[in-house]
C-alpha cells in the first residue's frame, strides 16, 4: 500500500505513528512523472482546492480572480476551476507568461497594474465576481478587492510583495467584502481524517490521470541540496524545483 505522510517528510525513509499518514487509493502502475507528482500533491493542490471551495459556492460560468497566477497554487486554481467550468482571471507581474497559462486552461491573464481592477471589469464584461485570491498583498491586495462584486470574498495566503496589503476601508464596507485568510498548516491540525481523505479523493485520481500537475524547474539529489537552495531563490524560474533521492 502507498501511503501519504502527513508532515515533515525530509529523509528517503520516515517511522511514524499510523494516525500520521493517510493511505493512496490503489493507482496500479505509475510512471516516475505521475509519481513526483503525487509527491507534490500534499501542499500546492490541496491549499488550491480548499481555498476555491471552503469560502464561496462558485457555480460553473462564473468568474473568480487570481494573483501569482504562475505560481504552483495559481496553476491548480486554473486547473481546478478549468474541471468545474469555473472562469478564472490571472493576474501576473511580469510578460511572457500568458502562454503557459492559458495552456493549463486560464480564460483571461493580466499584467497587475493601477488599472487592474478596470482591466479586470472590461475582461469579464462588468460580472459579479464572487472570490478573489491574493498571495501578493501590497496594492495588488486592494486592487483584487475592488474587483469583486457585492458580497465578494478575498481570501489571502501569501504576501509575496513584503509589502501590507493596501484597501479602501469604504469600499470594503458599502460592498459587504468579506475578508478571510488561509493557512493549509491550520487546515492540518484542525481538519478530521474523513475531511482530509474527502480533500485528497478529489485531486489524487486527477493528478495519477495527469489531468493536474504542476511545471517541474528542475531536480537536484540530496548532495546538491545547495545548488537547488539558489535555484528556488532564483527568479524567472516556472516550475517547482525537486529534491529527488541519490542514485543507489
Known sequence: MVLLAIGSTWAEEIVAPAEGFL?????????????????????????ALLMLTSYSDIEEGQWIVQSAANSAVGGYVIQLAKQRGIKTV???????????????????????GPNLT????????????????????????????????????????????????????GKVIFNDTRLRGFWLYKWYQTATTEEMQAAFGQVIPLIANGTLKANIDSRYTVDQIKQAVTRAWEGGRNGKVLIVPNPL
Do not use: F, H, W
Open 23 to 47: 493511505p493512496l487509493p490503489n493507482l496500479g502502475t505509475l510512471s516516475a512523472e505521475v509519481i513526483e507528482q503525487l509527491a507534490m500533491s500534499a501542499v500546492n493542490p490541496l491549499t
Open 90 to 112: 490571472n493576474i501576473v507581474r511580469r510578460e511572457g507568461l500568458a502562454d503557459d497559462l492559458m495552456a493549463k486552461g486560464a480564460d483571461v491573464v493580466l499584467i497587475d
Open 118 to 169: 478596470a482591466q479586470i471589469a472590461k475582461a469579464t464584461d462588468n460580472a459579479s465576481i464572487m472570490l478573489a485570491l491574493d498571495p501578493v498583498g501590497g496594492d495588488t491586495y486592494g486592487r483584487l478587492a475592488n474587483s469583486l462584486g457585492y458580497g465578494g470574498t478575498l481570501v489571502t495566503y501569501g504576501v509575496l510583495s513584503g509589502k501590507p496589503a493596501t484597501l479602501d476601508t
